[in-house]
């Protein structure tokens, strides 16, 4: 694979713009670059996404945006920028989690805030509004919503399960049941009662009050998923 070299581009900072799922800035942080710039000059420049995705072509920030703010406050008018020039969704939202992954982490919640804010992924807010309502982390969530803990950092989560509002509900009554917010023990209740062709939930919970002092919550999924089928029996 031949090596791309970067497009520098000289561009005017009050052109640039911010992407809505780009963190907030840290005004101290601002303030600590702008006094290095000062002392050490510019060692490095901004990278800058050229792209239609919401409509008209614009350059948004895509790394480096406490850089620019530090430019703007110094009174800087232009400055030169990495430019990538990108349609493609995913793409994008990767590029953007390695960019900033030699300072923090992107995390999943990084990503679905991230999909979010993009054009055609409803899918993804539907996901955060599950989250947010039922206190569930995002990979319980998917696993309610579409079926499986995948898909979500690379765009192509989808809501398809018809049993989701049923499942929800479930579970907070499990959950409740075993007091526990085990994210494991939700995946492996998931994975039985979704495994029951004519599963009775009123049936399960009855066995389950008369079981759950026995039940053994652990780090073992499928050895939790093999205790609730020995529950229903």
């Known amino acids: 694979m031949k090596l791309k070299l970067p497009i520098i581009e000289t561009l005017v900072i009050k052109h640039l713009k911010t992407l809505p799922f780009n963190r907030a800035v ?26 239609t995705i919401f409509g ?12 620019v703010a530090a430019l703007i406050k110094a009174d800087v008018k232009e400055v030169p920028c990495i430019v990538i020039e990108e349609n493609d969704i ?5 590029t953007m989690a390695v960019l900033n992954n030699t300072l923090s982490t992107w995390k999943i919640d990084d990503y679905v805030n991230a999909f979010t804010h993009m054009p055609g992924k409803e899918d993804y807010k539907l996901l955060k509004v599950h989250h947010l309502s039922t206190g569930f982390n995002y990979t319980v969530s998917s696993k309610i919503l579409n079926g499986t803990t995948g898909g979500i950092k690379n765009g ?4 398809n399960c018809t ?4 499942m929800t509900k479930n579970l907070v009554e499990v959950t409740s049941l075993f007091d526990t917010n085990s994210c494991k023990f939700m995946l492996a209740y998931l994975t ?22 026995q039940f053994i919550i652990s780090d073992d999924t499928t050895m939790m998923v093999n205790l609730f089928h020995g529950i229903y029996k």
């Open 156 to 159: 192509k989560f989808k809501v």
């Open 56 to 67: 008209k072509q614009d350059d948004y920030i895509l790394d480096a945006q406490h850089m």
């Open 192 to 213: 039985f009662a979704r495994s029951i062709k004519k599963y009775d939930h009123k049936k399960f919970m009855q066995f389950a009050a008369r079981a759950k002092k």
């Open 26 to 51: 840290n005004m101290k942080h601002i303030t600590a670059l702008l006094n290095s710039m000062l002392i050490y000059r510019i060692l490095r420049v901004p990278v800058i996404l050229r792209t």
């Open 163 to 166: 049993d989701a509002d049923d």
């Open 90 to 94: 995913t793409q994008i939202i990767n």
